[in-house]
C-alpha cells in the first residue's frame, strides 16, 4: 500500500506542542510567534502509517529528534534523558495529512455477501407491515357501502411501468371501459376505497409491447382499442408483477409451435425465397415470428417505416403480464364463487370475440408475407394517437438488420434438423447471438433453438427446463450474455453448466429449489414441504399446489376456505381470463391475483402445475412473487 | 447461539452492543426502543447508574416474522463500556450471535474505540468465538459532532480485515442509522441460519420442545456453550 519511503510533512508547531517544554531550545510562544513554528518537517509515512489503526500515533522523541531542523530542540546531549520519553501526536492532525489513498482498504477483502445485502429488512419490513395493518383497519372503517360503489373499471397493467412505479398506484384517474369486459367488470360488487375494487384484467403491459410487436393490432376491434389508448395511461400498481420471469406461458408455446410446425412449409419456400434477394425478402424473412408468436406483423403495423422492412428483430413480445381480479371487501370464498361464475359468464360473452381470434392468429402466423401485413394497417390506423407511438420495447439491435439480412441467409446456422425458418435464417440472432457460440460444445443459437434443440444437444435438459429457458428468451427477447441463463426460472447450477459448458460465475450460482426455500441442501424435500415452506411465509395463510387438470396435490387453506373448490377455480378463471386476455395481449397470463381486504388469492401457473397461495396481502412482496414463480418452475422440471 | 422454541415456534437470537465507554450504545436502544413502534417488542431493561452509565447491561427484546414459519426474537444487550467492567462483558456475550460494535467518531475516543475492538476479540475469545464465526455489524456513531473522524479513516482502522463488514454512519440521539444498523445486523443474522439451518426444523411437525441449535460444522464452540449453559 502507501508509499513506504514517502514522507508526511507535519508542522513544526504541532510537534513542539506535544513535547515537553525542557527538550525545547526556546519558548513555544516564541517560535509561533516568529513563525517558525509553521515550518514542516516530514516525518517517514511508514513510521506513522502502521500506527493509524491504533487510533493514536506515538513515538519516542529519539524518533522525531533526527528530523528536526537545528535550533527548535536542545543538544541531543543535554535532553538525553528525555529521549525515551513517548510522545503522542494529535491523531486529527496527522490523519488530515494522510493522502487519502493511503487510507485505502486491503484489496483483497472479501466483500459482504450479496445475500445480505439484498434481503429485505426485517425491522423495516415489520414497521411497513404494521403501517400498513393500521391503514388498511382504518380504510375498513370507512367503507363505504355497496351501493355508492363506484363501477368497476378495466385497468389495465403496463409492466414496464410498473416496473418503476414504487408506489403502487391506487386508483388511476379515469380509465374507459372496454366493452365486453367492463361489463363482466361492473358485475362485481364493490371495493374498499383503498384497494380499487377493480377488475385489472389482464392487459396492459403488453400494450406497449403489442403496438410494437405487433400480435394484437390485427385482433382488436374498434372498441378494444379504446380500452387501449385508456390502458396506455394506467400507472402500473404493485411490483410483484415486475418479478414475473416466467410469464409466457401457455399461448405461447401453442403460437411458437404453430408456426414452426403446422405452417411448416409455407416457411420453407419463403425461406429459400428471400436467400437471393435481399430487399423484397425482408418482407418475407420477418424471421422472428415462428419464434415470438407473430410479432412481426404488429410491429409492421405499429410503426409506419414498418411496413418496408418488416424485419424487426427479436422483439421481446411476450412481456409478462398480469392479471389482477380484486374482489370484494368481505371477499373469501363467496367472492371467488361470485367471480369464477362471472368470469364463466364472460367466456360466453367473449366468445364472439375469440372466435375472430384464431383467424388473426393464423394470418399472424402463417402469413408472414407481404400481402396480410397490409391487412392490420388501416385497423391501426383507427387506433388512437396515444398508441401510434414507438412502443418502449427494448429492440435488440435494430441498426444490425438491414446487414445480417442482406447476407447470405443459410451461411449462420448449421442446424442439423429441420428447424423451423425462423431459427435457422433469423438473421438478428447472430449478431446478438456470437457470445453463446462458445458456450455450447454443440454449436447451436441459443437465440433461435427450440425446446427439441434443447433437449436433444443438451445432456440432462428436461423438457420442462427447455420450455421455461424459450419462454424466458421470449420475454427478454434474446439472451445477451451467458449468465442472462441464470434468470431463467428453474435453472440450476448443473443445468447451466450443462447448457454453456463452464460452471456459472462464483456471485451468481442459482439456488435450488432447497435454498431457495432454505431447506438444507442434500434433504430431500416433498411437495408438502414445499407448501407448508410457503404457508409459513409473513402473512401467507395457506398454499396449495394442484394440477392443471383441477386435482388437488398438497397444501392446506385458511379456515372457511374450501380448498376443493379453490383448486378447481383456478384452472378455470385462468381460462376464462385468459381466454379474453389473449386478445388483448397476445398471450396468456399465468399469475392471477384476486386481492381482497380479507384473504387475496394468488394464484400461479405453468404448463401442468398450479400453486395457490392465500395471503393476508393483496400484494405479496416481490421476492415472495418471484420464489413462488421459480418453485413452480422447479418442481415442473423435477418432475420432469 | 440460536434458541429454537418449536412449541412456541420462535427463535432467539441475541445481539449485543459493544464498543467503548459513552459511545452510545445505550443510546441506540433506546432510540430504538422508540423507533420501532410495533407491538412486538419487549420493555427496554436497562440497569443504569444515576449517571446513565450502563451498570450491567441493557436488555431489549424485538421480533420478526421473517423466518418462515417462526417468529424470530432479536434480543438486544448492551455492555457496560468502562475497561473495569470486563468480566460483565464476557457474561454478557455468552451465546451471542450478532454483534454491533460501535464507534465513537471522536478523534479522543478513537484509540478507546481501538482498544474496545480489541477486547471484544479478546472476550470473544474466552467465549471460544472469533469475529470470523460471528456476524457484526460497525456503527459509526456521533457523526454529527463537528471535526468527527473522517469515515475513510474509521473504514481503514476498523473495517480492513479480511471480510469486509457492513458499516453505518449513526447519530443514535436523533436516530439516524440506528435502525439501519439494526437490520443489517439482523440480515446478517437470518443470513446465516437461513443458510444453515437445523435439520430439524424444515419438518414442521416437530414434537415440542426447546433446544440449543446444534453447532454447525464452522462453528465448534458452541457445545461449550450449551455445556456452559
Known amino acids: ?69 537545528p535550533g527548535y530542540l536542545q543538544p541531543t546531549e543535554s535532553i538525553a534523558s528525555y529521549l525515551p520519553n513517548i510522545i503522542s501526536l494529535p491523531l486529527m492532525d496527522v490523519v488530515m495529512r494522510i493522502p487519502p489513498d493511503l487510507l485505502a482498504l486491503r484489496p483483497d477483502q472479501k466483500d459482504v455477501d450479496a445475500s445480505v445485502i439484498n434481503m429485505a429488512d426485517p425491522f423495516t419490513e415489520e414497521i411497513l407491515r404494521e403501517q ?18 363506484p363501477q368497476e373499471e378495466f385497468v389495465p397493467r403496463d409492466e414496464a411501468t410498473m416496473a418503476k412505479a414504487v408506489v403502487p398506484p391506487r386508483r388511476p384517474a379515469a380509465e374507459p371501459l372496454v366493452p365486453s369486459r367492463a361489463m363482466a367488470a361492473t358485475t362485481l360488487t364493490a371495493a374498499p376505497p383503498p384497494m380499487p375494487p377493480v377488475i385489472k384484467l389482464p392487459t396492459p403491459t403488453p400494450m406497449s409491447s ?17 380500452s387501449l389508448s385508456s390502458s396506455g395511461q394506467i400507472p402500473a400498481p404493485t411490483r410483484s408483477t415486475t418479478a414475473l420471469p416466467t410469464r409466457p406461458q401457455g399461448p405461447v408455446t401453442t403460437q411458437i409451435d404453430a408456426p414452426s410446425s403446422s405452417a411448416p412449409v409455407p416457411p420453407v419456400p419463403r425461406h429459400t425465397g428471400p436467400i437471393p434477394a435481399p430487399p423484397p425478402p425482408r418482407h418475407t424473412t420477418s424471421l422472428p415470428v415462428p419464434r415470438r408468436t407473430g410479432s412481426i406483423p404488429a410491429a409492421g403495423l405499429a410503426s409506419p417505416s414498418v411496413t418496408a422492412p418488416a424485419p424487426q428483430a427479436p422483439l421481446p413480445v411476450e412481456k409478462p403480464v398480469e392479471a389482477v381480479v380484486a374482489g370484494t371487501p368481505d371477499s373469501g370464498a363467496d367472492d371467488l364463487q361470485r367471480l369464477a361464475a362471472l368470469a364463466m359468464a364472460q367466456m360466453g360473452e367473449s366468445g364472439d370475440l375469440s ?46 438488420l438491414p446487414t445480417a439480412i442482406s447476407e447470405p441467409l443459410p451461411q449462420p446456422i448449421p442446424t442439423p434438423e429441420p428447424i423451423p425458418s425462423s431459427s435457422v435464417a433469423h438473421p438478428a440472432a447472430e449478431p446478438e447471438t456470437h457470445a453463446e457460440a462458445p458456450a455450447a460444445s454443440v454449436a447451436f443459437n441459443l437465440n433461435t433453438c427450440t425446446v427439441e434443440d434443447l433437449v436433444k444437444n443438451i445432456p440432462d435438459c428436461s423438457t420442462a427446463l427447455a420450455e421455461s429457458i424459450i419462454h424466458y428468451r421470449a420475454k427478454i427477447g434474446s439472451f445477451k450474455r451467458l449468465e442472462d441463463l441464470l434468470d431463467v426460472p428453474g435453472i440450476t447450477k448443473e443445468a447451466y453448466t450443462n447448457l454453456t459448458g463452464e ?26 414441504d414445499v407448501t407448508d415452506r410457503i404457508a409459513c411465509w409473513p402473512d401467507v395463510t395457506g398454499c396449495v399446489l394442484s394440477q392443471s387438470s383441477g386435482l388437488s396435490l398438497v397444501g392446506t387453506v385458511p379456515e372457511g376456505v374450501d380448498k376443493a373448490a379453490i383448486v378447481a377455480f383456478a384452472p378455470r378463471m385462468f381460462e376464462a381470463i385468459n381466454k379474453s386476455f389473449a386478445e388483448v395481449s397476445g398471450q396468456d397470463t399465468d399469475a392471477l391475483v384476486i386481492p381482497s381486504s380479507g384473504t387475496s388469492f394468488h394464484l400461479f401457473r405453468n404448463k401442468d402445475l398450479y400453486l395457490i397461495i392465500m395471503s393476508r396481502l393483496p400484494q405479496m412482496p416481490e421476492r415472495h412473487v418471484k420464489v413462488a414463480r421459480f418453485v413452480l418452475a422447479a418442481l415442473s422440471i423435477r418432475r420432469d | 447461539m440460536a434458541f429454537i422454541n418449536y412449541s412456541s415456534r420462535e427463535i432467539q437470537l441475541k445481539i449485543v452492543y459493544y464498543g467503548a465507554a459513552l459511545c452510545g450504545k445505550t443510546t441506540n436502544l433506546v432510540t430504538l426502543h422508540k423507533q420501532i413502534t410495533h407491538a412486538q417488542k419487549g420493555e427496554l431493561v436497562s440497569l443504569a447508574t444515576d449517571a446513565d452509565r450502563t451498570l450491567f447491561f441493557d436488555f431489549l427484546s424485538l421480533n420478526t416474522k421473517t423466518l418462515p414459519g417462526f417468529t424470530t426474537r432479536f434480543q438486544l444487550y448492551t455492555v457496560p463500556g468502562q475497561a473495569i467492567y470486563n468480566t460483565t462483558r464476557q457474561l454478557v456475550l455468552k451465546g451471542v450471535d450478532g454483534i454491533v460494535f460501535v464507534v465513537d467518531s471522536h478523534w479522543d475516543k478513537m484509540a478507546d474505540n481501538v482498544e474496545s475492538f480489541s477486547n471484544l476479540q479478546e472476550n470473544l475469545i474466552e467465549n471460544h468465538l472469533s469475529l470470523v464465526q460471528i456476524p457484526y455489524v460497525l456503527q459509526y456513531n456521533k457523526r454529527d459532532i463537528p471535526n468527527a473522524a473522517p ?8 473495517n480492513n480485515r479480511a471480510n469486509r463488514a457492513l458499516a453505518f454512519e449513526s447519530v443514535a440521539s436523533t436516530g439516524s442509522g440506528v435502525l439501519e444498523t439494526l437490520n443489517a445486523a439482523a440480515r446478517l443474522l437470518l443470513a446465516k441460519y437461513s443458510k444453515t439451518p437445523n435439520a430439524n426444523v424444515t419438518g414442521m411437525s416437530q414434537p415440542n420442545l426447546s433446544v440449543a441449535v446444534p453447532p454447525s460444522e464452522e462453528n465448534p464452540q458452541v457445545p461449550a456453550g450449551n455445556a456452559a449453559a
Do not use: W
Open chain 1, 132 to 149: 400498513a395493518e393500521t391503514a388498511r383497519r382504518q380504510s375498513q372503517t370507512n367503507i363505504i357501502d355497496e351501493s355508492q360503489a
Open chain 1, 503 to 528: 460452471p456459472p460465475p462464483n456471485n451468481r450460482i442459482p439456488l435450488s429449489l432447497n435454498e431457495l426455500l432454505g431447506f438444507p441442501k442434500e434433504q430431500n424435500i416433498s411437495l408438502k
Open chain 1, 355 to 400: 372466435a375472430e381470434a384464431p383467424t388473426k392468429a393464423e394470418s399472424v402466423v402463417s402469413a408472414a408475407p407481404e400481402p396480410k401485413i397490409e391487412e392490420p394497417a388501416p385497423v391501426i390506423a383507427s387506433v388512437p394517437a396515444p398508441f401510434s407511438q414507438p412502443p418502449p420495447i427494448p429492440i435488440p439491435a435494430p441498426p444490425v
Open chain 1, 210 to 226: 403489442l403496438r410494437g410487436s405487433g400480435a394484437v393490432p390485427p385482433v382488436i376491434p374498434g372498441p378494444t382499442s379504446r
Open chain 2, 151 to 158: 469515515i475513510n479513516y474509521l473504514e481503514f482502522s476498523f
Open chain 1, 1 to 69: 500500500m502507501g508509499a513506504p519511503g514517502g514522507r508526511i510533512n507535519l508542522p513544526i508547531g504541532m510537534i513542539l506542542r506535544c513535547l515537553p517544554p525542557e527538550v525545547l531550545a526556546d519558548e513555544l510562544s516564541k517560535f509561533e510567534a516568529n513563525g517558525t513554528a509553521a515550518t514542516e518537517i516530514g516525518l517517514p509515512m511508514q513510521m506513522i502509517l502502521g500506527q493509524l489503526p491504533s487510533g493514536k500515533v506515538e513515538m519516542t522523541l529519539q524518533d522525531l529528534v533526527p528530523h528536526f531542523p
